[in-house]
């Protein structure tokens, strides 16, 4: 009976298997859980993304304003020679002393932006936004300059030099024709690209354009803390006054003076006040003309300038004083000078 039983073995007891399963589980546990922090999917606004590259572009526009007015007592014309030069140089400045040094460009900073290496998959720190991971790698940050700096100016170049020596001309030599059509199928390929890249930014909101995709430089935001820096008012009244100068530069050239005087001559109540004009002054200038000529068939005086930059502007030109057609254009007491093509 004594035998017997010193033969049957005690279990350990519970707090011994749960360790042990706990040791051998807590691995397989970690590195799960760790795989499932590595791919949590964030979402950067995209209206951030693109007012970060504008603001660059004005910062930019900037800095080469002033620049330009040290140089505005130099020869006329000398600065446009070395335009390209001049962009390039800028733009250099700012990438040394932004992405160079893993700080963000000003564009960025105000949208609360930073670039991350896409690349690196390991988990260097605990995730707990989705927002972790390094920054540009030295290789990335060379070929980011390579790209923006030195391929935008050698591009700029190229396409100056190119009009400058008229390769698109058909009286060119084959080889700089063909050179022509290279450029251009180059330029039409990377404008379609740039298309599709675009599509896809809009719907997965990654990589505005095609240097962030091929370096898998990806925006994200700083800090997942920090509010909006530029106020959405100010945003809206510099949108709405930059839509309303560019209507104002497209409607400026089709306006015409004399033609709104004519409207409103039509319009006027008072009809005595078009034959009490002077008509020994040029209705356009409002002067005396040193060089009379009379449009045809009305006979009003005008000056020769006047006159005659006016009807080679619009071959419809009408007379100011009587809003009748010009058809010819006549000195004052000689022949028809000039007839205005139909």
């Not at 859980?33 to 693109?50: A, E, G, W």
């Amino acid at each position: 009976m004594t035998s017997s039983t010193s033969n049957i073995t005690t279990p350990p007891p519970a707090e011994e298997v749960w360790m042990d399963t706990y040791l051998k589980l807590f691995p397989h546990w970690q590195s799960l859980s760790l795989s499932h922090q590595s791919t949590i999917p964030i979402s950067i606004s995209r209206v951030n993304q693109f007012d970060a590259a504008r603001l660059d572009i004005e910062m930019s526009a900037m800095l080469k304003e002033q620049l330009v007015k040290v140089f505005s007592l130099m020869k006329p014309g000398m600065l446009f020679q070395y335009e390209p030069e001049l962009d390039a140089f800028l733009e250099f400045l700012i990438w040394r002393f932004s992405i160079w040094v893993d700080k963000p460009t000003p564009g960025n900073a105000l949208m609360n932006l930073r670039y991350r290496d896409e690349r690196a998959t390991e988990t260097r720190a605990k995730v707990r936004t989705g927002l972790e991971g390094p920054g540009l790698t030295v290789t990335q940050k060379l070929w980011y300059c390579i790209a923006t700096v030195g391929g935008q100016y050698i591009w700029a170049r190229l396409q100056s030099f190119s009009a400058f020596r008229r390769w698109g001309d058909s009286e060119q030599r084959p080889l700089a024709r063909r050179a022509w059509i290279l450029i251009q199928r180059i330029e039409g390929l990377f404008k379609a690209a740039s298309f599709g890249n675009l599509l896809l930014f809009l719907y997965t909101g990654r990589y505005r354009n095609l240097i962030e995709r091929a370096l898998r430089a990806r925006l994200v935001y700083g800090s997942p803390n920090m509010n909006r820096a530029v106020s959405f008012e100010y945003m809206n009244r510099q949108l709405v006054w930059n839509e309303f100068s560019e209507m104002l530069l497209l409607l400026l050239p089709l306006l015409n003076s004399s033609t709104f005087k004519n409207l409103r001559r039509r319009f006027s109540k008072d009809k005595s006040s078009s034959s009490t004009e002077d008509d020994t002054t040029c209705p356009i200038c409002q002067a005396t003309p040193t060089i009379s000529f009379l449009a045809l068939p009305c006979q009003h005086r005008y000056c020769y300038y006047c006159l005659r930059t006016r009807c080679s502007a619009a071959a419809s030109f009408r007379c100011s004083r009587c809003s009748e057609p010009v058809i010819a254009m006549q000195r004052h007491g000689g022949v028809v000078d000039h007839k205005i093509p139909s």
